[in-house]
């Protein structure tokens, strides 16, 4: 039996725990956002700001740390860089190990958190700790995140993943002859003509797309590879991209310095996924002369198509299966274009920590749904609203179908719960050329979060009930000012030299 005096120190010792816990996210935090220049850190604040607004919050306008925080950064890296993090991949997602090929993929276990990110363990263990102590307290101690949290972690997670570059860059310059040291040493190459660095990038960018393994010794071998490049009808693009990049960080003539090479590449990193978009573009728009209907393509027209400069459609069924990606009705199986689109197999610059990966459009759509909406459940008129609003002509489904296939999602309170596995699927109606149509465990990832959302909410209401009775009305308290409004309701006047009489 827990003591009287017990049951008080627990409680007295209930904020403490909740402060310590919170007090080293923040200091873990200012250490991994030394490098992280303000402006940066804004322009993720506002990426998440729509999405943080969409999720149950309690009093303090704090989210539950363990499910959400993943959610929102899945989501973030995905539409905005294209980006499948190692460790932050969907629920039952199929894992593609750095060097292996989707043939050797497996499918990725149950969500964690995001302390489970590889190269926060390895780069940032200290954060990890940190995340992993907020995500795992009980609910009752957990003070939860603030949106500065949840954008202050991203970008953190961000700049990690962004000076995985910097090796590659230092390898460049040795495979140009510029660096003659051991690229692990802490020597940094010396300052070099604009050209030289011209053929640093270029050989970057090089090293980047191929991927895992990467022969980062062989000069000869990369100079050769460099000239098969440059014959390509890529190069002049890839070329621009490059050059687009140093302009930016070049202010004066002369010779360019490491720090601003490592400004170009950051740049590079941070915007190659917009850049290698145009390949699922046209990817997509190949798949859409196929497409049956509801954005599925016959499995035997998919392996039928004729080979392209960029890609091939020789996935296996086995792997389309397995990836979620195929569907069988009546008879036929056909190949989910959203899905495919989004899965590993189209994945490129392969390393330890991510892979850059087609955009996810669904990701951005369900952004301007949360901009317009901007609560965590709405009506079906509001929501029909939106989809007027963002709807193109792409989409099979009669505006009638989705509304009744809504309406069968509205909840006791007369909303539809946005961040739900049934509106996820009914994105994937709605739009199924960008929304892929979740899997099992996606929906069992998406019903956890609402739980831990719910027990969250329930907690935060409890607290609330507890403290109410602590609230005393003004016409029992024994210290009213004597300009109060309630002293006058109880009938009193004030005489012209300014005292109070009672009438």
């Not at 007090?23 to 956002?33: E, F, I, N, S, T």
Request: net charge negative.
């Amino acid at each position: 039996m827990v003591s009287m005096a017990s049951a008080q120190l627990m409680r007295r010792d209930k904020p403490k725990r909740e402060g310590t816990v919170h007090h080293m996210l923040q200091a873990a935090l200012r250490q991994g956002l030394v490098k992280v220049s303000a402006d940066r850190l804004l322009h993720v604040e506002e990426s998440l700001r729509a999405s943080y607004e969409a999720f149950p919050k309690d009093a303090r306008g704090n989210v539950p740390p363990h499910q959400v925080l993943p959610a929102l950064a899945r989501a973030y890296f995905s539409k905005e860089h294209g980006w499948l993090v190692r460790g932050l991949e969907s629920p039952g997602a199929p894992v593609i190990a750095p060097g292996e090929s989707h043939q050797d993929a497996r499918p990725s276990v149950t969500a964690s958190g995001l302390y489970e990110v590889q190269i926060l363990k390895d780069k940032a263990p200290e954060l990890a700790t940190a995340l992993k102590d907020a995500a795992l307290s009980p609910v009752a101690v957990s003070a939860g995140l603030s949106l500065g949290d949840i954008s202050r972690t991203v970008a953190a997670l961000e700049q990690l993943l962004l000076e995985e570059s910097l090796p590659l860059l230092r390898s460049s310059y040795f495979l140009n002859g510029l660096d003659h040291l051991d690229p692990a040493t802490e020597h940094l190459p010396p300052p070099v003509a604009e050209s030289q660095v011209h053929e640093v990038l270029l050989s970057y960018l090089l090293l980047f797309r191929h991927g895992l393994p990467r022969n980062l010794t062989d000069s000869e071998s990369h100079q050769r590879l460099k000239q098969r490049a440059k014959k390509t009808a890529d190069w002049p693009l890839l070329s621009q991209f490059e050059v687009q990049a140093l302009n930016e960080v070049i202010h004066e003539t002369g010779k360019i310095s490491w720090a601003q090479a490592r400004e170009a590449v950051e740049i590079i990193a941070t915007r190659y996924g917009h850049w290698q978009q145009s390949e699922c573009e046209d990817m997509k728009s190949t798949l859409m002369k196929m497409d049956t209907g509801g954005g599925r393509v016959k499995l035997q027209d998919f392996h039928g198509s004729p080979k392209h400069p960029h890609y091939q459609f020789t996935e296996k069924e086995d792997y389309l299966t397995k990836a979620g990606m195929l569907v069988e009705e009546d008879g036929e199986k056909y190949v989910l274009i959203a899905n495919y689109l989004l899965g590993p197999s189209n994945c490129i610059a392969s390393s330890e920590y991510f892979a850059v990966c087609c955009l996810n459009q669904c990701e951005t759509l369900v952004s301007q749904f949360e901009m317009i909406l901007q609560a965590p459940a709405a009506p079906v008129a509001q929501i029909m609203d939106a989809v007027a609003r963002l709807r193109d002509n792409s989409t099979t489904s009669s505006t009638s179908e989705l509304q009744e296939n809504l309406q069968m999602l509205v909840d006791d309170t007369g909303a539809v719960v946005l961040h739900s596995p049934g509106f996820h699927k009914w994105l994937h109606k709605a739009f199924p050329l960008e929304c892929p149509r979740p899997t099992a465990q996606e929906d069992a990832a998406e019903e956890a979060e609402l739980a831990e959302a719910r027990e969250w909410l329930e907690m935060d209401e409890a607290a609330r009930r507890k403290w109410q009775p602590l609230v005393v009305h003004p016409s029992e308290c024994t210290r009213i000012p004597e300009w109060h409004a309630e002293k006058a309701e109880q009938g009193f006047h004030e005489e012209p030299e300014g005292m109070l009489t009672e009438v």
